[in-house]
């Protein structure tokens, strides 16, 4: 009798463990996911590492497609596709969503973040998840965010190193109230524009500047139609890795779980992947001809005090508490 208990418990303890193994409950499925910058970019590489990850995790299951360049649309075409399920995924800056949600214009204000530590704690701890939770109402999920990363200045006209130097310079800036209303306090031309027809822009002289990580500038290869970069840092720019909720609620635990364990570990690669690119980056454009100029501490302060206006406009518009949230975020993060 003892023997026979002790063989029941020993199968059931074998079966328990094979259906563990077997109980993954993944379909064969393909994900579209697009993304705006070339596939030799760091979005590019990050989106290849999640690809590779989750088909790891799915056991080749569940295949993440990555498209590059825009070809599946700009950032706001794609966010409207993955609303109506008809993409499944995406990556893109956090600033192109303000038509969407409007709170994530905060992350766009000026010289909030000191440093990438700064913005990873806020961003992975609860301020930017309550706020990427705010898209699930609208149709979308965020996952985790990645780094675009701070952003900088080019142009064709002249080298920007004091306040004055913007003036009258016609700026392509993102999709985003706040950018337009900074640039235009500054002095610039704002016009806001998808990055799908920035190179264009710049190449036929529609607008003189742009301003984005040295990274991009790098992979989009802004160094063959522009002259002058100024290291600004203005703002840090988060992208967003999203799903189609439509999408996203038709998928088996297991298949959500492999996701978002896929997009925590692109988060980690990217980030430095990214941070590595990026310390290279200005003697790449330096080598390719680009005339750098640091703007010293004195004339950014002069800058930050000529933003203020917009900074006091966004907060009028219902953000002021969202403000003074975040302020209170990055305060715990600098103590
Ligand atoms: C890529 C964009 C890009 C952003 C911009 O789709 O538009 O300037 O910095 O990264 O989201």
């Known amino acids: 009798m003892k023997q026979f208990v002790k063989s029941l418990v020993m199968a059931l303890a074998v079966a328990g463990a094979v259906s563990a193994v077997h109980a993954a409950d993944f379909k064969p499925r393909i994900i579209r996911l697009g993304y705006g910058l070339a596939e030799d970019s760091n979005q590019g590489r990050a989106v290849k590492f999640f690809s590779e990850d989750l088909a790891k995790r799915t056991g080749g299951k569940v295949k993440a497609k990555g498209f590059a360049n825009a070809s599946l649309g700009s950032d706001i075409q794609m966010q409207n596709a993955l609303i109506g399920g008809a993409q499944e995924m995406m990556v893109g800056s956090t600033a192109t969503l303000v038509g969407i949600v409007k ?3 905060v992350y766009d204000l000026p010289f909030l973040f000191n440093n990438e530590r700064e913005a990873d704690a806020v961003l992975d ?5 309550k706020l990427a939770a705010r898209l699930q109402e609208k149709g979308m999920v965020g996952l985790v965010y990645w780094e675009n990363g701070f952003r900088h200045l080019t142009n064709t006209k002249r080298p920007v190193t004091k306040l004055e130097d913007l003036q009258g310079i016609k700026l392509r800036v993102m999709q985003n109230p706040v950018y337009i209303d900074l640039f235009n306090s500054l002095g610039a031309n704002a016009v806001p ?6 190179f264009t822009a710049l190449e036929t002289k529609t607008v003189d500047g742009q301003e984005n990580p040295v990274n991009t500038i790098q992979s989009s290869k802004f160094y063959e139609v522009q002259k002058y970069l100024s290291i600004t840092k203005h703002v840090y720019s988060p992208w967003i890795v999203l799903a189609s909720k439509k999408w996203w609620d038709g998928l088996s635990a297991d298949e959500k779980k492999a996701l978002q364990e896929s997009a925590v570990a692109s988060r980690a690669f990217e980030r430095k992947d990214s941070r590595e690119a990026g310390r290279q980056a200005v003697d790449f454009l330096k080598g390719k001809g680009m005339q750098v100029s640091v703007v010293s501490d004195a004339e950014l302060g002069r800058m930050r005090e000529k933003v203020k206006p917009a900074i006091d406009k966004f907060a ?20």
């Not at 524009?193 to 920035?198: A, I, T, V, Y």
């Not at 518009?317 to 305060?331: F, H």
């Open 103 to 105: 709170d994530f214009g």
């Open 125 to 129: 701890g609860p301020f930017g998840q």
């Open 193 to 198: 524009l998808p990055f799908s027809e920035l």
């Open 316 to 335: 009028a518009d219902g953000n002021a508490d969202l403000i003074k949230d975040l302020q209170k975020e990055i305060a715990k993060v600098r103590k």
